[in-house]
């Protein structure tokens, strides 16, 4: 029995083959092509080749994919979204979409309506649901809406009222309609999350393509395997699950990346720079899996609040340009990106990159250096200098205390990275690195988390744990974990002192292994 991973940058796409004992059997490194699709069907076309495994012994295939992200800086491929806030009267102050990007809410919003109802912290009911409301706004968009988003104030508290707005929406709009709750997306706060629902609305569209997609390039070579993509948290998710959530899987090819290189080093907690061709991303090793983020994070300009690893980008990578002259010279962002054999210098291009600075400084491409003969050596050095110090910078962002840190390079554009830096004890460069990202893809848990706010007057702690407990393994379940392996990641229970009533916010992951 085996394995594939898959991992799709905007440089390349990147395939590995595991077997059973998670060993790395092959792994490949295509193009990525503009319709993505053809460069997945390449990559595995290849991995298959190359390792001669018989593809009716492939058991599992996980994708992580920048299609969702990409629809979103892009502005392109995005469903319109008919958006219902249960809310009224609490927030009727502020509307939806009220700090979107101006050209990102015209691709994407149709209506908006703050309707009755939403909850308090503790559960008890702000004002009763207005079945009309909601049924009057429906009839309004009908035929026009390409999916709905719904937003309660503390639904993640109590999702009843979202429950039963989404069954009166369908009522009007019909079954296959689809519907974005945004207790099953985000955490407490309510803007934040309404905002991740209705992205999440958007992106139905692309999660369903790129689904179809991808069983399609399977059918083609002939793989029946079960099918899981990679999520912003380390972990996956079943297709099915994909379909109705793919926003989860913006800024998967990160933690792909942490998540192989902490496999492939054998190292649970340390930095990892994984530099690709287009851009480098930072993040931190925590126990094996990300650093996730504790702020809002921002999703194509839009403010969130759903989990997203804690990770710094940079348009700093083996493809970015290089401009000027040795008085006064430019590093990116732009970079070449996938046309890197057609552009850059030491492929016979006529641009200069990062990749040819380090060939011209013996880290790279010996056997072609004579295609950057012409490159001033003292240029070279200045240069490595300013990519030095703005890699040292980037990781005293990530650390949070003085003390030197072990750094794993991933990534094929890591030779632009120095031998040495400073803050940095270790430089560990594992095997198949330039492949950890598709590694980290087919590595495979399944996660499941909840965050809730309680009142400690009304539950104690314990059973508030217990029934936070049960939904996130309900959840993990649901995502494709099989139930006897799921045990908890992490349990994080914060007393609330601005809140009345002994308030205390829970949350709590679980992994498990795949069905």
Same mark, same amino acid.
Request: charged share 25%.
């Given at each position: 029995?085996?394995?594939?991973?898959? =991992?799709?940058?905007g &440089?390349?796409?990147?395939?590995? @083959?595991?077997?059973?004992?998670?060993? *790395?059997?092959?792994?490949?490194?295509?193009?990525?092509?503009?319709?993505?699709?053809?460069?997945?069907?390449?990559s595995?076309?290849?991995?298959?080749? %190359?390792?001669?495994i018989?593809?009716?012994?492939?058991?599992?295939?996980?994708?992580g994919?920048?299609?969702?992200?990409?629809?979103?800086?892009e502005?392109?491929?995005?469903?319109n979204?008919?958006?219902?806030?249960?809310? #009224?009267?609490?927030?009727?102050?502020?509307?939806?979409?009220?700090?979107?990007?101006?050209?990102?809410?015209?691709?994407?919003e149709? =209506?908006s309506? @703050?309707?009755?109802g939403?909850?308090?912290?503790?559960? +008890?009911?702000?004002?009763?649901l207005?079945?009309?409301?909601v049924?009057?706004?429906?009839?309004?968009?009908?035929?026009?809406a390409?999916?709905?988003?719904?937003?309660?104030?503390?639904?993640?508290?109590n999702? %009843?009222?979202?429950?039963?707005?989404?069954?009166?929406? +369908?009522?009007v709009l019909?079954?296959?309609?689809?519907?974005?709750?945004?207790?099953?997306?985000?955490?407490?706060?309510?803007?934040?999350?309404? /905002?991740?629902?209705?992205?999440?609305?958007?992106?139905?569209?692309?999660?369903?393509?790129?689904?179809?997609?991808l069983?399609?390039?399977?059918h083609?070579?002939?793989?029946?395997? $079960?099918?899981?993509?990679?999520?912003?948290?380390?972990?996956?998710?079943?297709?099915?699950? &994909?379909? #109705?959530?793919?926003?989860?899987?913006?800024g998967?090819?990160?933690?792909?990346?942490? +998540?192989g290189?902490?496999?492939?080093?054998?190292?649970?907690?340390?930095?990892?720079?994984?530099?690709?061709?287009?851009?480098?991303?930072?993040?931190?090793?925590?126990?094996?899996?990300?650093r996730?983020?504790a702020?809002? *994070?921002?999703?194509?300009?839009?403010?969130t609040?759903?989990?997203?690893?804690?990770?710094i980008?940079?348009?700093?990578?083996?493809?970015?340009c290089?401009?000027?002259?040795?008085?006064?010279?430019?590093?990116?962002?732009?970079?070449?990106?996938?046309?890197?054999?057609?552009?850059?210098?030491?492929?016979?291009g006529?641009?200069?990159?990062?990749?040819d600075?380090?060939t011209?400084?013996?880290?790279?491409?010996?056997?072609?250096?004579? /295609?950057?003969?012409?490159?001033?050596?003292?240029?070279?050095?200045?240069i $490595?200098? #300013?990519?030095?110090?703005?890699?040292?910078?980037?990781?005293?962002?990530?650390?949070?205390?003085?003390d030197?840190?072990?750094?794993?390079l991933?990534?094929?554009?890591?030779?632009?990275?120095?031998?040495?830096?400073?803050?940095?004890?270790n430089?560990?460069?594992?095997?198949?690195?330039?492949?950890?990202?598709?590694?980290?893809?087919?590595?495979?848990?399944?996660?499941?988390?909840?965050?809730?706010?309680?009142?400690?007057?009304k539950?104690?702690?314990? =059973?508030?744990?217990?029934e936070?407990? %049960?939904?996130?393994i309900?959840?993990?379940?649901?995502?494709?974990?099989?139930?006897?392996?799921?045990s908890?990641?992490?349990?994080?229970?914060?007393?609330?002192?601005?809140?009345?009533?002994?308030?205390?916010?829970?949350?709590?992951?679980?992994?498990?292994d795949?069905?």
């Amino acid at each position: 029995m085996y394995r594939i991973g898959i =991992d799709v940058g905007g &440089t390349n796409t990147d395939a590995c @083959i595991l077997d059973k004992d998670l060993n *790395v059997v092959n792994s490949v490194k295509m193009p990525t092509t503009d319709d993505v699709e053809s460069g997945i069907y390449n990559s595995l076309k290849k991995v298959l080749e %190359e390792s001669k495994i018989d593809s009716s012994l492939i058991k599992y295939v996980m994708l992580g994919t920048t299609h969702c992200t990409n629809a979103i800086v892009e502005r392109k491929r995005l469903n319109n979204v008919a958006m219902i806030r249960i809310a #009224k009267p609490a927030t009727v102050a502020i509307n939806p979409f009220i700090d979107w990007p101006e050209d990102l809410r015209q691709k994407v919003e149709l =209506d908006s309506i @703050i309707v009755s109802g939403g909850y308090e912290f503790d559960g +008890r009911i702000i004002s009763e649901l207005c079945k009309d409301e909601v049924v009057e706004f429906c009839e309004k968009v009908k035929g026009k809406a390409e999916s709905v988003a719904i937003s309660g104030v503390f639904s993640p508290v109590n999702n %009843e009222q979202e429950k039963q707005v989404a069954k009166w929406v +369908r009522e009007v709009l019909g079954e296959d309609i689809p519907i974005s709750l945004s207790n099953e997306i985000g955490n407490v706060g309510i803007l934040e999350r309404e /905002n991740a629902a209705i992205l999440n609305s958007a992106l139905s569209k692309v999660g369903k393509d790129v689904s179809l997609g991808l069983k399609k390039s399977l059918h083609q070579l002939n793989i029946d395997a $079960q099918i899981y993509f990679s999520q912003n948290d380390g972990t996956l998710m079943n297709l099915e699950y &994909t379909v #109705k959530y793919p926003i989860f899987t913006i800024g998967c090819g990160v933690t792909n990346s942490i +998540r192989g290189a902490s496999f492939l080093s054998k190292v649970k907690n340390a930095v990892v720079l994984d530099v690709g061709g287009t851009t480098s991303d930072l993040g931190i090793l925590q126990n094996g899996f990300p650093r996730e983020s504790a702020i809002a *994070v921002e999703v194509g300009g839009v403010h969130t609040n759903f989990r997203m690893p804690d990770i710094i980008s940079i348009g700093l990578a083996g493809g970015t340009c290089v401009k000027g002259d040795i008085n006064s010279f430019k590093i990116g962002p732009e970079s070449v990106g996938y046309k890197i054999t057609e552009e850059a210098l030491v492929f016979g291009g006529n641009t200069l990159t990062l990749s040819d600075v380090a060939t011209k400084l013996g880290r790279a491409f010996g056997d072609k250096i004579n /295609n950057v003969s012409d490159l001033d050596i003292k240029y070279c050095e200045l240069i $490595q200098e #300013k990519v030095k110090t703005t890699l040292e910078d980037l990781i005293d962002q990530m650390k949070t205390n003085q003390d030197d840190v072990d750094l794993v390079l991933t990534g094929g554009g890591s030779i632009i990275v120095p031998e040495k830096l400073q803050g940095v004890k270790n430089i560990i460069i594992p095997p198949h690195y330039n492949a950890a990202n598709a590694i980290g893809a087919a590595l495979g848990q399944v996660s499941g988390d909840v965050e809730k706010v309680y009142s400690l007057d009304k539950i104690s702690r314990e =059973d508030a744990i217990n029934e936070v407990k %049960e939904e996130a393994i309900k959840k993990a379940q649901m995502a494709g974990a099989k139930l006897d392996s799921i045990s908890v990641l992490f349990i994080e229970d914060v007393p609330l002192a601005y809140l009345p009533g002994n308030a205390i916010r829970i949350k709590i992951k679980v992994v498990g292994d795949l069905v």
